[in-house]
Nanobody, 124 residues
Framework: QVQLVESGGGLLQAGDSLRLSCAAS????????MGWLRQAPGKEHEFVAS????????HYGDSVKGRFTISRENAKNTAYLQMNSLKPEDTAVYYC?????????????????WGQGTQVTVSS
């Protein structure tokens, strides 16, 4: 059974930094591209970042470019999202997701497996 478990969310202030983790099990992690997407209340899922299985290719959503960094450690079956200079508009539930052979990772339909999400709340 595939499981993706996010951790690291919390309540922060604008300008703070936070690192989210996504621990994967039940799959060969090194064969999967990984992505982070988020969903704010009343809004659709928004692409945040994706990383290829070998870490060679990364993509970022326009709203987080230059502030967020996606990474992974295949030996630990874990993906990360480092978030710096957080803004109130970053408030959302953050989900990690996995897929084999992502085109870009921009849309939720590309992903095979999802975590349960972790809440990030940024106050002004």
């Amino acid at each position: 059974q595939v499981q993706l478990v996010e951790s690291g969310g919390g309540l922060l202030q604008a300008g703070d930094s936070l690192r989210l983790s996504c621990a994967a099990s039940g799959l060969t992690f090194s064969n999967y591209d990984m992505g982070w997407l988020r969903q704010a209340p009343g809004k659709e899922h928004e692409f945040v970042a994706s990383i290829s299985s070998s870490s060679c290719v990364n993509h970022y959503g326009d709203s987080v470019k230059g502030r967020f960094t996606i990474s992974r450690e295949n030996a630990k079956n874990t993906a990360y999202l480092q978030m710096n200079s957080l803004k109130p508009e970053d408030t959302a539930v953050y989900y990690c997701a996995a897929a084999r052979g992502l085109r870009s990772g921009f849309t939720r339909d590309e992903y095979e497996y999802w975590g349960q999400g972790t809440q990030v709340t940024v106050s002004s």
